[in-house]
């Protein structure tokens, strides 16, 4: 069905941006896997098309020589391969490469800024002060962005095809879904040590963070120093 209808996809990548249901779709095939490196795992659609507007994950098609647009990639230190679709020939099958690994380091720096999950922001909390009792204000979490149900492939195809048949997609947003704050590294080699995966961060030309890594908040133990 994505071989048929890729075209119709590439035609209207901007509506996949611009509406969350669109740009979380999830192809079947479309996820980056190494033993190595993180982060990794299914990639939306909307991830893919960022990438191949920005000249990644497109590689050059081994039948015809044409743009392959790669929808997932994955391998170890002993090699790998992408695999993807071509718009010129359609050819679609995995192609075994060295270069499989830009592609997943492309992957793996967009990934943690695009999930499908709830954004909270958390709220003021009152504390407990013994002399005051609770003391301070408490205001409510703020929801900023709702996760949203992704379209699967089927309905997308029918949607983009009523689309380019002049319908109103009704809840297509006046700009491409925006990436969320991230604050810890993106890129992380991960090491097997013993029961747990220890995580080391990769800087990829950009300076390594002090304390990355070492998530915990202090607003949690200051509070029970105080109780004390
Ligand atoms: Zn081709």
């Known amino acids: 069905m994505l071989?048929?209808?890729?075209?119709?996809?590439?035609?209207?990548?901007?509506?996949i941006l611009r509406t969350p249901r669109f740009f979380f779709c999830q192809l079947q095939?479309?996820?980056?896997?190494?033993?190595?490196?993180?982060?990794?795992?299914?990639?939306?659609?909307?991830?893919?098309?960022?990438?191949?507007?920005?000249?990644?994950?497109?590689?050059?098609?081994?039948?015809?020589?044409?743009?392959?647009?790669?929808?997932?990639?994955?391998?170890?230190?002993?090699?790998g391969a992408f695999?993807?679709?071509?718009?010129?020939?359609?050819?679609?099958?995995?192609?075994?490469?060295?270069?499989?690994?830009?592609?997943?380091?492309?992957?793996?720096?967009?990934?943690p800024l695009y999930k499908n999950e709830l954004i909270i922001e958390y709220g003021k909390r009152s504390r407990f002060d013994w002399k005051y009792g609770l003391v301070g204000e408490?205001?409510?979490?703020?929801?900023?962005?709702?996760?949203?149900?992704?379209v699967d492939l089927a309905a997308l195809l029918a949607e983009l095809e009523a689309a380019e048949g002049g319908a109103a997609i009704p809840d297509e947003g006046p700009e491409p879904v925006a990436p969320r704050k991230c604050d810890?590294?993106?890129?992380?080699?991960?090491?097997?040590?013993?029961?747990?995966?220890?995580?080391?961060?990769?800087?990829?030309g950009e300076p390594a963070k002090q304390g990355a890594g070492n998530e915990q908040t202090s607003e949690g133990p200051a509070d029970k120093e105080r109780i004390q």
């Open 29 to 79: 095939s479309a996820y980056s896997w190494t033993f190595w490196f993180g982060p990794s795992g299914p990639i939306p659609l909307g991830v893919l098309i960022l990438l191949w507007e920005n000249g990644e994950m497109i590689y050059d098609c081994p039948k015809c020589g044409g743009r392959l647009h790669a929808v997932g990639v994955g391998g170890s230190f002993n090699g």
């Open 83 to 111: 695999w993807g679709l071509c718009a010129d020939c359609s050819y679609d099958s995995k192609v075994v490469s060295r270069s499989w690994i830009q592609g997943f380091f492309a992957v793996a720096r967009l990934l």
């Open 184 to 204: 810890t590294p993106t890129v992380f080699l991960q090491i097997q040590k013993g029961e747990g995966v220890l995580k080391i961060p990769l800087s990829l």
């Open 138 to 150: 408490t205001t409510p979490d703020k929801v900023l962005v709702p996760p949203v149900e992704p």
């Open 3 to 15: 071989r048929r209808e890729f075209p119709l996809i590439l035609r209207n990548l901007r509506y």
